[in-house]
């Protein structure tokens, strides 16, 4: 496993941005698919966006695509989502999470082994 902590949310107005970091320690970082999960109030926890252990290939769900973008820097141990154009819906608590394999698209969160706290982003309409 890997230790993970979020942050960088906040409030922000809707069509405005906001960046995420995702600070990892551990060993073999570049080993693990990094991701991007959120949860809003009452809801299910919902995948955002991952990459692979290179950083070569990433994936978004439909919803962010054009919108948030994901890269992940080995040499510091970092993830880091940047969200632009940011909606209402975009609201809920927004989760890093990492496992050991290299595939990179795993969209399953019961498929991540280690989360961090949540960093909660709120867009106001």
């Known amino acids: 496993q890997v230790q993970l902590v979020e942050s960088g949310g906040g409030l922000v107005q809707a069509g405005g941005s906001l960046r995420l970091s995702c600070a990892a320690s551990?060993?073999?970082?570049?080993?693990?698919?990094m991701a991007w999960f959120r949860q809003a109030p009452g809801k299910e926890r919902d995948f955002v966006t991952s990459?692979?252990?290179?950083?070569?290939?990433?994936y978004y769900a439909d919803s962010v695509k054009g919108r948030f973008t994901i890269s992940r820097d080995n040499a510091k141990n970092m993830v880091s989502l940047q969200m632009n154009s940011l909606k209402p819906d975009d609201t809920a608590v927004y989760y890093c999470?990492?496992?050991?394999?290299?595939?990179?698209?795993?969209?399953?969160?019961?498929?991540?082994?280690?989360w961090g706290q949540g960093t909660q982003v709120t867009v106001s309409s």
């Open positions: 990459v692979n252990w290179s950083g070569m290939s990433t």
């Open positions: 551990g060993r073999t970082f570049s080993s693990y698919t």
């Open positions: 999470a990492a496992v050991p394999l290299r595939f990179g698209m795993i969209t399953d969160p019961s498929k991540y082994d280690s």
